[in-house]
């Protein structure tokens, strides 16, 4: 009867370790697959581009700038809740707005370039009560009290090299940028701890108005319109280790204490754009 249950125990092994296998090869297959799909995209652009007669050509690209809205999400650490990791930022979603558009400086690769404007909300009622018991346990307090202010507001300065593929009246845009994200304000935070004589003072984390090195990449859909408009969709991914964060007040160094807020943002954004 041992026996056939350390079989049975084996077999279910072999299974998991099948199954683990079979996962990384479809995840391997895929990537490849869209690795291989791109490589192809490009190089067929590139050769209809050099069969094409001279009246077949299509128009050249023309740069464009647009103006966008749309949703800025948090995400990763930025969105997190969790107490005890001091990366979690208790972002939430948001409004974003800005300029967008790219200088072709031959064929069909430019340098794009955005600049946008973003708020990720603050700090709610929930997410007061959650620091407010993690300081009272970590403090080993009678209570805390937590009274969060202002929100997470930001400027982002992007630029970076753009490749477009057009079909008809269609142009999809990839891009990958580097900047600068400038924080105008982040949630300041001040912690009343009670019961305890290390710490009988309030302390605040405060608000940072910090820069930080920024990096990310792009994806969009452009429709030409004619005469020189067109609308667009695109996707943007932002990441930054954030800036500087400062507490002042504190007597004793028990608890999270935050010193950088590294900001992920996903945004969805609709724009107008105009060729020149």
């Given at each position: 009867m041992l026996f056939f249950t350390r079989l049975l125990n084996q077999t279910d092994k072999v299974r998991q370790t099948l199954y683990i296998i079979s996962t990384i090869y479809n995840?391997?297959?895929?990537?490849?697959?869209?690795?291989?799909?791109?490589?192809?995209?490009?190089?067929?652009?590139?050769?209809?581009?050099?069969?094409?007669s001279d009246d077949d050509k299509p128009a050249k690209l023309r740069s464009y700038i647009s103006v966008f809205a749309g949703q800025s999400r948090a995400l990763g650490d930025f969105k997190s809740t969790d107490y005890s990791d001091i990366k979690s930022g208790f972002?939430?979603?948001?409004?974003?707005?800005?300029?967008?558009?790219?200088?072709?400086?031959?064929?069909?690769?430019?340098?794009?370039?955005?600049?946008?404007?973003?708020?990720?909300?603050?700090?709610?009622?929930?997410?007061?009560?959650k620091i407010s018991q993690g300081?009272?346990?970590?403090?080993?307090?009678?209570?805390?009290?937590?009274?969060?202010?202002?929100?997470y507001r930001s400027y982002n300065f992007l630029l970076g090299p753009q490749y477009t593929f057009v079909y008809h009246r269609f142009a999809f845009d990839l891009r990958a940028a580097a900047?600068?994200?400038?924080?105008?304000?982040?949630?300041?935070?001040?912690?009343?701890?009670?019961?305890?004589?290390?710490q009988t003072t309030t302390f605040t984390q405060q608000s940072s108005k910090g820069t930080a090195f920024a990096y990310g990449g792009s994806a969009a859909i452009k429709f030409n319109m004619g005469v020189?408009?067109?609308?667009?969709?695109?996707?943007?991914?932002?990441?930054?280790?954030?800036?500087?964060?400062?507490?002042?007040?504190?007597?004793?160094?028990?608890?999270?204490?935050?010193?950088?807020?590294?900001?992920?943002?996903?945004?969805?954004?609709?724009?107008?754009?105009?060729?020149?």
């Amino acid at each position: 009867m041992l026996f056939f249950t350390r079989l049975l125990n084996q077999t279910d092994k072999v299974r998991q370790t099948l199954y683990i296998i079979s996962t990384i090869y479809n995840m391997k297959q895929t990537f490849t697959s869209l690795t291989a799909a791109l490589f192809m995209l490009i190089a067929f652009n590139a050769r209809a581009q050099d069969t094409n007669s001279d009246d077949d050509k299509p128009a050249k690209l023309r740069s464009y700038i647009s103006v966008f809205a749309g949703q800025s999400r948090a995400l990763g650490d930025f969105k997190s809740t969790d107490y005890s990791d001091i990366k979690s930022g208790f972002a939430k979603n948001g409004f974003v707005f800005g300029i967008d558009g790219a200088v072709y400086i031959y064929k069909h690769f430019a340098i794009g370039y955005t600049l946008s404007k973003q708020d990720q909300g603050n700090l709610t009622y929930d997410d007061d009560q959650k620091i407010s018991q993690g300081y009272t346990d970590d403090f080993k307090a009678d209570g805390s009290t937590v009274t969060a202010d202002k929100r997470y507001r930001s400027y982002n300065f992007l630029l970076g090299p753009q490749y477009t593929f057009v079909y008809h009246r269609f142009a999809f845009d990839l891009r990958a940028a580097a900047g600068a994200i400038k924080s105008t304000a982040t949630p300041s935070i001040a912690v009343d701890i009670t019961g305890v004589k290390a710490q009988t003072t309030t302390f605040t984390q405060q608000s940072s108005k910090g820069t930080a090195f920024a990096y990310g990449g792009s994806a969009a859909i452009k429709f030409n319109m004619g005469v020189g408009w067109g609308l667009m969709l695109k996707g943007n991914y932002i990441n930054s280790k954030g800036p500087n964060i400062e507490t002042t007040g504190r007597t004793s160094n028990l608890g999270r204490i935050v010193t950088k807020q590294p900001i992920t943002e996903g945004q969805l954004v609709l724009g107008l754009t105009r060729e020149f």
